[in-house]
């Protein structure tokens, strides 16, 4: 470069070719590093998942302490009353905890002797008395990693969303891992279902509590996580994610393993998959408030039709965000993240809470 006779220094200046090498050099910088941020910030909001789980776990570890029964899920409307309207029903298992997770407030302002719905439906208007208790998001409630969408399916009162669903065990349909299960089967979950208005043989008792638990609480699962359905139309639902999209499950009494296969069909039933998820204070099964130890973590879901002696339901079971697996609470308050991969045989075991089996997914 020629400065000519100019007394200042001569300053040499970037050429066109430099500036391109300099800005590639930045953006494979920015390649590598935005990959590990993001892993950070989603290792960051796990644990907070997972934390959300251990409180979820404490609080019903303390109920159980104070009442000596578990929490129950009501799956169905509670019964008409005398002077018009209905009982109790359809609260979930996550109502009764609110005291035990700092929402007493919340707590107080559900009138639970009504049914948690308009007439004996499981749909919350805005007049219903319910509405802005059940509207409430509750931060325990909610995965960091899994992001709830503004819905009405379940109300124009617009209930507040959760992420997490208690054990039910396996359906009553199933037979066990190789048949050894008298059907149909009653329940061997940790967090028991009723229905009021309707009781259902299979249920079982609604007053378990930890002496139920035979193969120890530490080897059955109590709580995990669940996505939450965004999708608001069956345009939504279909182009949606797979696992949040339910099958018909044929009503036969068969294994685990078979059950698993008969999930395997491709036809989406939009309306048994659209309200998963959208109301923490909904026991109704369609809700999503539990799920079953039957697929593997973000497998495939489905539903069982109506009969007289079951009823119908989901056959949900965990799924998150969480890349590779979900997080789970036992019944001993631990908490754990268990894979995709986690061996079947285990998982069925991990989700039954009197089947006997020596596996456990501390195993894993």
């Known amino acids: 470069m020629d400065c000519g006779n100019s007394r200042r220094a001569c300053v040499r200046g970037f050429t066109l070719v430099e500036l391109l090498v300099v800005i590639a050099i930045i953006a494979v910088l920015m390649g590598l590093l935005l990959p590990a941020v993001q892993m950070a910030r989603e290792a960051s909001r796990r644990a907070a998942c997972g934390n959300n789980l251990r409180q979820l776990g404490l609080a019903v570890m303390n109920y159980e302490s104070a009442r000596q029964k578990l929490p129950v899920n009501q799956v169905g409307p509670g019964a008409p009353k005398v ?49 802005a208790a059940a509207a409430t998001t509750i931060g325990t409630f909610l ?24 054990n039910s065990g396996w359906p009553p349909y199933s037979s066990g891992v190789s048949g050894e299960r008298q059907t149909p089967g009653r329940f061997n979950g940790a967090i028991p279902l009723i229905d009021p208005g309707t009781p259902r043989v299979w249920h079982g008792s609604p007053s378990l509590g930890w002496k139920d638990f035979i193969d120890g609480s530490s080897n059955t699962a109590l709580i995990a996580e669940r996505l939450i359905q965004t999708g608001n139309s069956a345009t939504d639902i279909n182009n949606g994610d797979e696992r949040l999209k339910s099958r018909h499950v044929l009503e036969r009494f068969e294994t685990l393993s078979a059950t698993v296969d008969n999930l395997t069909g491709s036809h989406t039933h939009v309306f048994e998959s659209a309200h998963i998820g959208r109301s923490w204070s909904s026991g109704w099964s369609y809700a999503g408030g539990t799920y079953f130890h039957v697929v593997n973590p973000n497998g495939n879901i489905g539903y069982y039709g109506s009969s007289p002696d079951f009823g119908s339901f989901l056959v949900l079971t965990s799924s998150s965000r969480h890349p590779g697996g979900v997080n789970l609470v036992l019944g001993d308050g631990s908490t754990t993240f268990v894979t995709d991969e986690v061996t079947p045989v285990v998982w069925w075991a991990t989700g039954s809470r009197n089947d006997g089996r020596t596996e456990s997914i501390h195993m894993e």
């Open 83 to 131: 002077g018009g309207g209905y009982q109790a029903g359809y609260y979930s298992w996550l109502v009764p905890l609110l005291p035990y997770v700092e929402q007493t407030n919340v707590y107080d302002r559900l009138n639970r002797t009504i049914n948690n719905g308009d007439g004996n439906t499981h749909r919350i208007s805005s007049a219903h008395p319910n509405a």
């Open 143 to 166: 995965c960091p990693s899994d992001t709830p969408g503004v819905n009405t399916v379940m109300g124009t009162a617009n209930p507040a969303s959760s992420s997490y669903a208690a």
